[in-house]
């Protein structure tokens, strides 16, 4: 069992080394095709466009894979759903209609209620 973990370990070091590499590779292919001819800046070398790389994971944070956002992972919104849902449920409809009035009073701008205001107040000329 202990030789199956030390394989796991061993198999995911080369896998992040190769990945790193060629990923740094790319890195210094595209700076050195694009940013030369645009700017007239120095091309870089693989170690250079290594560093890059982790100077911008550094600054950017390290926040997942591809598709993930500001909120986190998926399965952590569900609390505040789950939360909302129950809080709803337990309403009664008049409440809910309070909360809609007051929510609409904070959140929705005043332009659109004097466009709804004056619409209502104008009556047609025929």
Not at 33 to 60: D, H, N, R, Y
Not at 77 to 104: A, I, V
Request: aromatic fraction near 18%; hydrophobic fraction near 40%.
């Amino acid at each position: 069992m202990k030789m199956y973990w030390i394989k796991k370990i061993l198999k995911g070091i080369v896998f992040f080394l190769v990945f790193a590499t060629l990923f740094s590779y790319l890195v210094m292919w595209l700076w050195n095709m694009i940013i030369p001819s645009v700017t007239g800046w120095t091309e870089l070398t693989f170690w250079q466009a290594a560093g890059l790389l982790c100077l911008s994971k550094i600054l950017f944070g390290f926040r997942g894979g591809w598709g993930r956002h500001w909120g986190g992972h998926p399965r952590q919104n569900y609390f505040w759903k789950n939360k909302w849902d129950d809080k709803l449920s337990h309403m009664t409809p008049d409440e809910r209609e309070n909360m809609k009035k007051s929510w609409s009073k904070h959140f929705c701008s005043c332009e659109e209620e004097t466009v709804l205001q004056t619409a209502e107040n104008k009556t047609p000329t025929i």
